[in-house]
């Protein structure tokens, strides 16, 4: 069981996606790079299908949101390589109206329940999907509770003064 380098991993993508993949990191020794919606399956499915690579676990599907960046919502895929041992982040930012990106349900089975977590969460519509719907929250929830459109608190709550804990 071989283990390949970052690097190396690096220099494969790179070499069959050219500039298409961008801000490669290495946060605690992960590889991290984003792309594009318009590119994330052909990556994904190249990672998965490559004979040197064998990225055949998908690890998780995740999002993030940051509303002051001019593409707040991330859709984050971790990927191990098991053959290899070593794993890869991949980010890709959408917009904040409609966040739509192709589903990897098509190359992994377990995608079916990581993508609808994540559509219940942050309301990312992940196209091709079999059965995109709610899975954690009720069906008439009509936000999504993991994106910061919302304060934490009520600033109108009178319990949380000082004057209450004498101070």
Do not use: C
Request: net charge negative; hydrophobic share 40%.
């Amino acid at each position: 069981m071989g283990k390949l380098s970052n690097q190396a991993v690096l220099h494969k993508i790179t070499n069959r996606f050219g500039e298409l993949i961008s801000v490669p990191t290495e946060p605690l020794g992960l590889l991290t790079f984003e792309t594009n919606k318009e590119v994330i399956s052909d990556l994904l499915a190249f990672l998965k299908s490559d004979p040197e690579l064998k990225f055949n676990y998908l690890t998780d599907i995740t999002a993030i949101h940051y509303p002051e960046q001019e593409l707040p919502i991330g859709v984050i895929y971790h990927l191990h390589s098991l053959v290899n041992n070593v794993r890869v982040r991949i980010k890709v930012f959408l917009e904040d109206a409609n966040p739509t990106i192709p589903s990897a349900t098509n190359l992994w089975e377990g995608a079916n329940w990581m993508e609808r977590e994540t559509y219940d969460y942050f309301g990312i519509n992940f196209e091709g999907h079999p059965n995109l719907k709610r899975i954690l929250n009720v069906d008439e929830m009509t936000v999504f509770p993991m994106r910061r459109e919302y304060p934490l608190e009520d600033p109108n709550r009178v319990d949380k003064k000082d004057y209450f804990f004498g101070r």
